[in-house]
């Protein structure tokens, strides 16, 4: 049993920062990697980043390399997403996964628990 509570959402101009975290608890697991996906209105779900359970290897969306850092802390439970040089494009809803393993995915469809979403909203 996984719960997984985002925060960090919220409004800023472009050019601006947002970091959000994602705690996540009673994991059934020992090991776990997890993502960061997005949603924007009208469009479909997509994969925005991830990390191994190491913290040593990550991905990234073409869309958001260089500008995006996800990081964790195992100790805390806790994944983070780093947002620079935000562009209105990157306005959606912002959600956290976890997968059970070592290894990330950049397929929504191989996550097995999901935050309720955060929204981020980047105005120009």
């Given at each position: 049993q996984v719960q997984l509570v985002e925060s960090g959402g919220g409004l800023v101009q472009a050019g601006g920062s947002l970091r959000l975290s994602c705690a996540v608890s009673r994991r059934t697991f020992s090991s776990y990697a997890m993502g960061w996906f997005r949603q924007a209105p009208g469009m479909e779900r997509q994969?925005?980043?991830a990390i191994s359970w190491s913290g040593g290897g990550t991905s990234y969306a073409d869309?958001?390399?260089?500008?995006?850092?996800?990081?964790?802390?195992?100790?805390?439970?806790?994944v983070y997403l780093q947002m620079n040089s935000l562009k209105p494009e990157d306005t959606a809803v912002y959600y956290c996964a976890v997968?059970?393993?070592?290894?990330?995915?950049?397929e929504a469809l191989s996550y097995g628990y999901w935050g309720q979403g955060t929204q981020v909203t980047v105005s120009s």
């Amino acid at each position: 049993q996984v719960q997984l509570v985002e925060s960090g959402g919220g409004l800023v101009q472009a050019g601006g920062s947002l970091r959000l975290s994602c705690a996540v608890s009673r994991r059934t697991f020992s090991s776990y990697a997890m993502g960061w996906f997005r949603q924007a209105p009208g469009m479909e779900r997509q994969f925005v980043a991830a990390i191994s359970w190491s913290g040593g290897g990550t991905s990234y969306a073409d869309s958001v390399k260089g500008r995006f850092t996800i990081s964790r802390d195992n100790a805390k439970n806790t994944v983070y997403l780093q947002m620079n040089s935000l562009k209105p494009e990157d306005t959606a809803v912002y959600y956290c996964a976890v997968r059970s393993g070592s290894t990330y995915s950049t397929e929504a469809l191989s996550y097995g628990y999901w935050g309720q979403g955060t929204q981020v909203t980047v105005s120009s």
